[in-house]
């Protein structure tokens, strides 16, 4: 297991040693791995190119580290415990040895019909253990997982199959929302029709769902295993061999396929999760989110099973049968870490005590959230009803491209303060800059959040476009990884995450590009233009809001075009995509160049149109006014 911190003094010596000198710091912790060859080098870097390599020269198997490392000690304990949708159905739990026998046994049936190192391998699945055993089988063979989270349409399904060129898709017949089917097979068979490149469709049966298998492409899943053996020796890989891509919004249109390698995503993921949630053997530890984000990959899959976890894998929702599900859950499996969303706190807050006071949580030592900012009532509720002030609150800020947790407490350690990051794991060097790049040093500072060195669980590339990399993340500020999260380092040099300063909104936690909605709206017939930004939202975090400027009304007048848009948008990405607001407007305010000023959208977004700020550059302030005036709030 890797190297873990029990105090304070034992954080600032780690910290100081890894600025010190980070080579040697991240040497000594991937000594704790499994490697067939040792690297050469422990850090090549240079933020221009940019070209980032760690460990170079390495050879293993992630796999091997998983199961290999672990099994003489710990195969016969609980790897992945998984809890159905449905309370009634019969839970699953696979212990070290089984799950490494199902991953053998999986990987030699991709082998089979053809996958080779370096391919990639499209995942849509539900939240049941296969999807687990298909990104490991993966890993095993070499070939690059491509999860794609099952709440995306088949036009984003499509997008991120054809732009990764998958050859093959693994998916399920159908998959469980608390009361709903999600048709998983229709979606890829719709998918599909737009990408010819793809000659396999692997199929689990789990909703036993009324579907069509197209001979000669699709397979089922039992009929894909059969007879295959349960022995596959893991392949070779380099230390910097691609081990999988993950979709993720940004500023522009098209979704960023974040590619992250083989050695540094292991050593990087295995650390913080040791670290961030102090996990100690025969804990219980259950991560809430879906596999279909970063954090189901890193702190589901990769960094719980790489230090001998016990990982609770969740099929359903959080108010499914009851907005108790997950303190039931708790309960039933008496769960130590729990890992959850502050959008899913707020919502569970909103539903009353009842469905807490009965259970019993007394197992809980550490609570964990991500994915957005945490607001003070949405801490204290789940500090106090959930951990009933006992528990640390780990508040971890990261992101898809970071691979793992940055900056969060150390539970027990790091004293916290509500919603605050607190501070930088060992190896993070975070730094504010204002709009010029310039360096805010000391303390009580407010900017823009950059990296000034490289981590091991940094992304390399976007897949296919080294370019776009450079520029999104390494051209704004010279030198620097730029997060497009804006900061602020109080008198106590804690960092507090204060949203994206870019054109990327967060609603439930769920990373979106307001051009990728605008691009969904703009794609209705009846529209000419729109401007999406987000707004506060209770529950949500931030909210949707659209402003769409429409050539005519169909018949269904303003009601029916509003419903239309909505459902163009759910068609193009996803119902999460969905907008909470869209006022139809006469024209948007733009600049004389004909820039959308979003500046000023945003204030009436918000409820704000008191102090729109300088307006000079506005082309046409009659539309502004009209904008005001028909503003919506939510009911
Ligand atoms: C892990 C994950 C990344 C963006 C990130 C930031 C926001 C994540 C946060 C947080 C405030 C936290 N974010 N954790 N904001 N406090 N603890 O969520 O990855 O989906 O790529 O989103 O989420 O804005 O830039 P991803």
Request: charged share 20%.
């Amino acid at each position: 297991m890797t190297a873990k911190i029990h105090s304070l003094g034992g954080y600032i010596h780690e910290y100081q040693k890894s600025i010190a000198n980070p080579e040697a710091f991240w040497a000594e912790v991937a000594e704790d791995f499994y490697w067939h060859k040792r690297c050469d080098k422990v850090l090549e870097w240079d933020f221009e190119g940019p070209s980032i390599k760690w460990f170079s020269g390495g050879k293993l198997n992630i796999t091997e580290n998983i199961f290999e490392r672990n099994l003489y000690t710990i195969g016969n304990q609980p790897a992945l415990i998984w809890e159905p949708n449905n309370p009634d159905e019969q839970s699953r739990t696979l212990t070290y040895s089984e799950l490494y026998l199902e991953v053998n046994r999986f990987a030699n049936s991709l082998k089979n019909l053809g996958v080779l190192k370096g391919d990639r391998v499209a995942i849509y699945m539900p939240m049941i253990p296969e999807l687990t055993i298909a990104m490991l089988a993966c890993a095993r063979i070499g070939a690059i997982h491509s999860v794609v989270f099952a709440g995306f349409s088949a036009a984003s399904l499509a997008d991120r199959i054809i732009d990764a060129e998958a050859k093959i898709v693994l998916t399920a017949d159908g998959g469980f929302r608390g009361e709903k089917i999600t048709p998983l097979k229709n979606i890829v068979d719709e998918a599909l029709q737009s990408c010819p490149g793809v000659e396999t469709v692997i199929v689990y049966e789990r909703t036993k769902s009324n579907i069509k298998m197209v001979e000669g492409r699709d397979i089922w899943w039992h009929k894909a295993i059969e007879g295959q053996s349960d022995e596959c020796v893991a392949e070779e890989m380099d230390a910097e061999d691609n081990l999988f891509i993950l979709y993720t919004s940004g500023s522009t249109g098209k979704p960023k396929g974040i590619v992250h390698t083989t050695a540094g995503y292991m050593v990087y993921s295995a650390y913080t999760f040791h670290n961030v949630f102090q996990y100690n053997a025969g804990d219980i530890y259950f991560c809430t989110a879906d596999i279909g984000w970063i954090t189901g990959h890193s702190y589901i899959v990769y960094g719980p099973l790489l230090n001998g976890a016990q990982t609770l894998m969740f099929e359903g929702i959080p108010t499914w049968p009851d907005a108790g599900r997950f303190w039931d859950i708790v309960d039933k499996y008496k769960v130590n870490q729990f890992y959850t969303a502050p959008t899913a706190i707020r919502s569970l807050l909103a539903m009353g005590m009842e469905h807490i006071t009965n259970k019993d949580l007394s197992s809980l030592k550490v609570l964990g959230t991500v994915g957005e900012p945490i607001n003070e009532e949405a801490w204290h509720w789940y500090h106090d009803h959930i951990g009933r002030n006992r528990c640390p609150i780990v508040d971890t800020w990261w992101q898809t491209e970071t691979g793992g947790v940055m900056i969060s407490p150390l539970p027990g350690i790091i004293p916290t303060k509500p919603s605050f990051a607190t501070l930088p794991l060992p190896g993070i060097q975070p730094v504010i800059v204002n709009e010029v790049g310039k360096e805010l040093t000391g303390n009580s500072v407010k900017g823009n959040l950059c990296m000034k060195f490289p981590w091991p669980g940094m992304a390399r590339t976007i897949w296919g476009d080294h370019d776009r990399f450079r520029q999104t993340y390494f051209s704004t500020f010279r030198n620097m990884y730029f997060t497009g999260d804006g900061a602020q380092r109080d008198e106590d040099g804690y960092y507090r995450i204060l949203g994206r300063v870019d054109d990327v909104i967060n609603v439930s936690g769920h990373r979106l590009g307001t051009a990728e909605i605008e691009n969904a709206i703009n794609a209705h017939p009846l529209v000419n233009e729109s401007a999406v930004v987000g707004y506060p939202h209770s529950i949500k975090g931030q909210g949707i809001y659209a402003f769409v400027v429409c050539g005519e009304l169909s018949t269904g007048g303003e009601e029916g075009i509003r419903k239309s848009i909505k459902m163009a948008v759910t068609s193009m990405i996803g119902p999460f995509a969905r907008p909470d607001l869209i006022q139809l407007v006469p024209g948007l305010p733009k600049t004389r160049s004909g820039k959308i000023m979003r500046r000023i959208l945003r204030k009436v977004a918000e409820g704000d149109a008191t102090n729109l700020g300088d307006i000079t550059t506005l082309l046409d302030e009659d539309v502004v006014v009209k904008i005001i005036d028909g503003a919506l709030v939510e009911v």
